[in-house]
């Protein structure tokens, strides 16, 4: 059985490559469900509906651990692990990027004052708050939407989109944070500049250097799912819906050429 890798574009593509890169003899399926992006801007019911039908999606392609490498889309995450999971795939298993990111703040940097930048939908929903408060207390969260960086990343304008973000990071700078995750798939094409804007004394939390250990970590604690993992070094990248643009920003953000199949969800 394949791992999949879930995101509502080809942001998660930066993820994915990252993962590859540390476990590559496993078998992989990458989906981005560009026809409904971008999810940021969708009610948390929509992000559920929509997030759930692409885990079953790829659960039906035979995976048996799904990443939601997108940070929207795991908002819906607890949702789908207690209520869809335990009534239809009861044997698989569904990760997202929250967690993990915010222990990697709190354990590895000891961070007291932590920054997130996400879509509005993530940050509206105060889900990193909620999430900060089980693992530690005495940490305030400073959380901070920057709506306008995916569209432009996935149109391929990157000055534009770092014009964008200093003017962003602005008042995060101002607040004397000591980590900033990055709590989108798509902002880790920017953590150069994020870093360059923050200066050394910020810890930036960046999703594609932390996933593929804490994934790593996973599969040695939970042998009965790594034993059904295939180990044929095989990848495919799908996606919902196909622009002409893509392919140049499908090899920016995974570092290569690769092909896109279009494929439709329920
Ligand atoms: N991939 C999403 C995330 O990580 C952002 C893109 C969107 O708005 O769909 O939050």
Redesign the pocket.
């Given at each position: 059985m394949k791992i999949g890798i879930f995101?509502?574009?080809l942001?998660?593509l930066i993820i994915t490559r990252s993962i590859i890169a540390k476990l590559p003899k496993y078998d992989y399926i990458y989906l981005g469900d560009t026809k409904n992006?971008?999810?940021?801007?969708k009610t948390p019911r929509q992000i559920f509906e929509f997030t759930k039908i692409a885990v079953d999606f790829l659960f039906e392609q035979d995976c048996q651990l799904v990443i939601v490498?997108?940070?929207?889309?795991s908002l819906a995450l607890r949702q789908i692990q207690n209520e869809y999971l335990p009534n239809n795939y009861p044997d698989r298993r569904v990760l997202g990027v929250i967690v993990p990111t915010l222990e990697v703040a709190d354990k590895n940097y000891r961070a007291k004052r932590i920054g997130v930048i996400?879509?509005s939908?993530?940050i509206n929903s105060h889900k990193y708050r909620q999430e900060l408060t089980k693992i530690d207390k005495t940490a305030k969260i400073y959380e901070l939407a920057t709506p306008k960086l995916?569209e432009l990343i996935e149109q391929n304008a990157l000055p534009k989109a770092k014009n964008a973000l200093k003017l962003y990071l602005k008042p995060l700078q101002e607040q004397g944070i000591e980590a900033l995750i990055l709590?989108?798939?798509?902002y880790p094409i920017l953590k150069r500049e994020v870093r360059g804007l923050m200066g050394g004394k910020v810890a930036v939390i960046s999703p594609d250097e932390i996933i593929p250990d804490k994934l790593a970590g996973y599969l040695k604690r939970h042998k009965e799912i790594n034993k059904t993992l295939s180990r044929g070094g095989k990848k495919e990248f799908l996606v919902t819906k196909i622009n002409p643009g893509f392919k140049a920003v499908a090899k920016r953000l995974f570092g290569k050429k690769i092909g896109l199949r279009l494929v439709r969800l329920k």
């Amino acid at each position: 059985m394949k791992i999949g890798i879930f995101d509502s574009g080809l942001g998660g593509l930066i993820i994915t490559r990252s993962i590859i890169a540390k476990l590559p003899k496993y078998d992989y399926i990458y989906l981005g469900d560009t026809k409904n992006l971008p999810y940021g801007s969708k009610t948390p019911r929509q992000i559920f509906e929509f997030t759930k039908i692409a885990v079953d999606f790829l659960f039906e392609q035979d995976c048996q651990l799904v990443i939601v490498a997108c940070g929207t889309a795991s908002l819906a995450l607890r949702q789908i692990q207690n209520e869809y999971l335990p009534n239809n795939y009861p044997d698989r298993r569904v990760l997202g990027v929250i967690v993990p990111t915010l222990e990697v703040a709190d354990k590895n940097y000891r961070a007291k004052r932590i920054g997130v930048i996400g879509t509005s939908a993530t940050i509206n929903s105060h889900k990193y708050r909620q999430e900060l408060t089980k693992i530690d207390k005495t940490a305030k969260i400073y959380e901070l939407a920057t709506p306008k960086l995916v569209e432009l990343i996935e149109q391929n304008a990157l000055p534009k989109a770092k014009n964008a973000l200093k003017l962003y990071l602005k008042p995060l700078q101002e607040q004397g944070i000591e980590a900033l995750i990055l709590g989108c798939t798509h902002y880790p094409i920017l953590k150069r500049e994020v870093r360059g804007l923050m200066g050394g004394k910020v810890a930036v939390i960046s999703p594609d250097e932390i996933i593929p250990d804490k994934l790593a970590g996973y599969l040695k604690r939970h042998k009965e799912i790594n034993k059904t993992l295939s180990r044929g070094g095989k990848k495919e990248f799908l996606v919902t819906k196909i622009n002409p643009g893509f392919k140049a920003v499908a090899k920016r953000l995974f570092g290569k050429k690769i092909g896109l199949r279009l494929v439709r969800l329920k």
